[in-house]
């Protein structure tokens, strides 16, 4: 830091506190902008390390700053967001230099507002920031203008939700909560809320809020309490006295792609006389002793908390997806269990159609945890349900479904459509899924994965069965005096890759945790691409040690001949 104090000096910014006696240098000065001199403030959270946070302290208290200066990149607080970090990064060995620029461009950007440019689109992309709320509420549903939602908060925890009313349209179920007793209703906006009152921003009174509200969208307190009439407060003479009720509102406008964007909420207090006039039916009277009404509201930000949101905001509508689709996952291992997480990430079990269905007889023991997505806490526990039943906690709104038996106790889980996965790494299963199929005369597509021997390489498989002259497992194998032998051989020396033997049933191959990461990860991408339609190679390998392992290349195998089911 010694190197940044030096320079600030030479800029006229002191210390507040020796920068030896504290964890957050903080330097103040002035700059000039035209006629104003302004008094800044860096604050270095992080030492050297990082982007000093910059503020204005006059900012809160100046309003004639505010009015001259805009809200474009400063917060209520007098933040100044001068750099995007997510396109930037800080060089700390060059602290004094990037210390430098970081002035010249928090200079330029209060230059360009006091020139009044254009700030509309720069609010309304990240309008949370402005709104200046220490409240969060996660809203678990798709909003729409003139919906009803309900205000719960969970048990053993601060974590609050906005559900909608028809409590079975949410994946937050209700009677696991506790309510504060607030309902909500979601009025539309014509256009984005980017207008600010320099005195009273961000508002703190109702007042305040109703007179920014009909600023940007005229009417829309007359909406408003059309809304509340019609959504909460009871008409006529349902109700003699207690009117008073707490009333929440989320506000949402179009983007400037016309698509509908989540703004913010509040909630406030309505006075049992205003309450009173609104259930007789005296709106006008009601809307304007709301507007008048200078009791404290309270600001919430608002999370986008629905299944679709949560789906497609890493892998957009354009991805492809598995949503919709039937898909049956054998084995729950330490392979199965990492490409279950990844399946449902992409879709599986989403949509009113989705199902993921997990097959497993094996039991959770002490040697799996050293490799397995599941931990102690599953000991003991059927693989199948436990790891159900973890997915189900990080995604409790998709369709997922345990079968704590064999393969082959639930054949009728496959369909003509479903996608089938075995992560079993076991032959006999392997085998045993295209001969069932061929029997049946199903053609679903099979993704197979597994590790080969102690971890030198994972394989994946893709038998698209709807495809002419797509290869099954069996066709990667051949009979020679009576052995199987591999058609595309991997080791070196295969004498290597013997089991560790831990008595009856419990040989097993030795290898690290990211071999099995390895494995589901080369599954899921293969999957994607055939989701995609773009598969180039159907049988891909992937080397790990390339001692005792040939780097074979990936490759798209034909039927084999001699094929038992495929000949079949």
Same mark, same amino acid.
């Given at each position: 830091?010694e190197? &940044?104090e030096?320079?600030?000096?030479?800029r006229?910014?002191?210390a507040?506190?020796a920068i030896a006696?504290?964890?957050?240098p903080?330097?103040?000065?002035r700059?000039?902008?035209?006629?104003w001199?302004?008094q !800044?403030?860096l604050?270095?959270?992080?030492g050297?390390?990082?982007?000093?946070q910059?503020?204005?302290?006059?900012?809160?208290h100046?309003?004639?700053?505010?009015?001259?200066?805009?809200?474009?990149?400063?917060?209520?607080?007098?933040?100044i967001c001068? =750099?995007d970090?997510?396109r930037?990064?800080?060089?700390?060995?060059?602290?004094?230099?990037l210390?430098?620029?970081?002035?010249?461009?928090?200079?330029k950007?209060?230059?360009d507002? +006091?020139a009044?440019?254009?700030?509309?689109d720069? &609010?309304a992309?990240?309008?949370?920031g402005?709104?200046g709320? @220490?409240k969060? !509420?996660h809203?678990?549903?798709v909003v729409?203008?003139?919906q009803?939602? !309900?205000?719960?908060?969970?048990?053993g925890?601060?974590r %609050?939700?906005?559900?909608?009313?028809?409590?079975?349209?949410s994946?937050?179920?209700?009677?696991?909560e506790v309510?504060?007793g607030?309902?909500? =209703?979601?009025?539309?906006?014509?256009?984005?809320?980017?207008?600010?009152?320099?005195e009273?921003?961000?508002?703190?009174?109702?007042?305040?809020?109703?007179?920014?509200?009909?600023?940007?969208?005229?009417?829309? =307190?007359?909406?408003?309490?059309?809304?509340i009439r019609?959504?909460?407060?009871?008409?006529?003479?349902?109700?003699?006295s207690g009117?008073?009720?707490?009333?929440?509102?989320?506000?949402?406008?179009p983007?400037?792609?016309s698509?509908e964007?989540?703004?913010?909420?509040?909630?406030?207090?309505?006075?049992?006389v205003?309450?009173?006039?609104?259930?007789?039916?005296?709106?006008?009277k009601?809307?304007?002793?709301?507007k008048?009404?200078r009791?404290?509201?309270?600001?919430?930000?608002l999370?986008?908390?629905?299944p679709?949101?949560? %789906?497609?905001?890493?892998?957009?509508n354009?991805?492809?997806?598995l949503?919709?689709?039937?898909?049956?996952?054998?084995?729950?291992?330490?392979i199965?269990g990492?490409?279950?997480?990844?399946?449902?990430?992409?879709?599986?079990?989403w949509?009113?159609?989705?199902?993921?269905?997990i097959?497993?007889p094996?039991f959770?023991?002490?040697?799996?945890?050293?490799r397995?997505?599941?931990g102690a806490?599953?000991? $003991?526990?059927?693989?199948?349900? *436990?790891l159900?039943n973890?997915l189900?906690?990080?995604?409790?709104?998709?369709?997922?479904?345990?079968?704590?038996k064999?393969?082959?106790?639930?054949w009728?889980?496959i #369909?003509?459509?479903?996608?089938?996965?075995?992560?079993?790494?076991?032959?006999?299963?392997?085998i045993? &899924?295209? $001969?069932?199929?061929?029997?049946n005369n199903? @053609?679903p597509?099979v993704?197979? #994965?597994? =590790?080969?021997?102690?971890?030198a390489?994972t394989?994946a498989?893709?038998n698209?069965r709807?495809?002419?002259?797509?290869?099954?497992?069996?066709?990667?194998?051949?009979?020679?005096? @009576?052995?199987?032998?591999?058609r595309y &051989? +991997?080791?070196k020396?295969?004498e290597?890759?013997s089991?560790v033997?831990?008595?009856?049933?419990?040989?097993?191959?030795?290898?690290? #945790?990211t071999?099995?990461m390895i494995?589901?990860?080369?599954?899921?991408?293969?999957?994607?691409d055939?989701?995609?339609?773009?598969v180039?190679?159907t !049988?891909?390998?992937?080397?790990?040690n390339?001692?005792v392992?040939?780097?074979?290349?990936?490759?798209?195998?034909?039927? *084999?001949?001699?094929?038992?089911?495929?000949?079949?």
């Amino acid at each position: 830091m010694e190197t &940044i104090e030096r320079f600030l000096n030479t800029r006229g910014f002191a210390a507040t506190r020796a920068i030896a006696l504290t964890d957050t240098p903080c330097f103040t000065g002035r700059i000039d902008i035209e006629t104003w001199k302004l008094q !800044l403030e860096l604050r270095f959270l992080e030492g050297k390390f990082n982007y000093p946070q910059a503020y204005l302290p006059e900012w809160p208290h100046n309003s004639k700053m505010r009015a001259a200066f805009g809200f474009r990149h400063i917060n209520h607080e007098g933040k100044i967001c001068f =750099v995007d970090e997510s396109r930037s990064w800080w060089d700390s060995s060059m602290a004094a230099e990037l210390v430098a620029g970081a002035l010249e461009r928090i200079e330029k950007l209060l230059q360009d507002n +006091l020139a009044g440019i254009a700030s509309d689109d720069v &609010i309304a992309r990240d309008f949370a920031g402005y709104w200046g709320s @220490n409240k969060t !509420l996660h809203v678990a549903g798709v909003v729409q203008n003139g919906q009803q939602f !309900l205000q719960i908060k969970e048990h053993g925890s601060q974590r %609050q939700w906005l559900i909608p009313n028809e409590g079975d349209k949410s994946w937050v179920k209700r009677e696991q909560e506790v309510s504060p007793g607030t309902s909500w =209703v979601v009025l539309r906006l014509t256009r984005p809320a980017t207008i600010f009152d320099t005195e009273t921003w961000p508002p703190k009174r109702l007042d305040q809020l109703l007179s920014w509200m009909n600023e940007n969208s005229p009417c829309s =307190v007359t909406n408003l309490v059309r809304l509340i009439r019609n959504s909460i407060i009871p008409k006529g003479k349902k109700r003699q006295s207690g009117y008073s009720t707490r009333v929440g509102v989320v506000l949402i406008w179009p983007n400037q792609n016309s698509i509908e964007t989540l703004g913010c909420g509040f909630s406030f207090n309505i006075p049992e006389v205003t309450a009173q006039e609104i259930g007789h039916g005296r709106l006008g009277k009601a809307e304007r002793m709301l507007k008048a009404d200078r009791n404290e509201i309270i600001r919430y930000s608002l999370n986008r908390a629905d299944p679709g949101y949560i %789906q497609t905001r890493n892998t957009p509508n354009t991805e492809p997806s598995l949503r919709n689709k039937r898909v049956i996952l054998v084995g729950a291992g330490t392979i199965g269990g990492h490409l279950a997480k990844l399946l449902c990430a992409h879709g599986a079990g989403w949509g009113p159609h989705g199902k993921l269905h997990i097959v497993d007889p094996d039991f959770f023991s002490i040697e799996n945890i050293g490799r397995h997505l599941l931990g102690a806490g599953e000991l $003991d526990e059927n693989k199948a349900l *436990a790891l159900a039943n973890h997915l189900r906690r990080d995604f409790p709104y998709l369709n997922i479904k345990h079968h704590g038996k064999s393969l082959t106790n639930c054949w009728d889980l496959i #369909s003509e459509n479903s996608v089938v996965i075995d992560a079993t790494g076991s032959q006999t299963v392997s085998i045993a &899924i295209p $001969d069932y199929l061929s029997k049946n005369n199903l @053609n679903p597509v099979v993704l197979h #994965s597994w =590790v080969h021997a102690h971890g030198a390489a994972t394989v994946a498989f893709l038998n698209d069965r709807k495809k002419h002259g797509s290869a099954c497992f069996r066709c990667l194998w051949r009979l020679v005096n @009576n052995t199987y032998e591999p058609r595309y &051989i +991997l080791s070196k020396n295969s004498e290597q890759d013997s089991p560790v033997f831990g008595s009856c049933h419990h040989s097993y191959h030795a290898y690290a #945790s990211t071999v099995s990461m390895i494995a589901a990860t080369q599954a899921m991408t293969l999957l994607y691409d055939y989701l995609s339609d773009k598969v180039t190679n159907t !049988l891909n390998f992937h080397t790990i040690n390339s001692d005792v392992c040939q780097n074979r290349p990936s490759l798209s195998p034909k039927i *084999a001949s001699e094929c038992p089911i495929c000949n079949r």
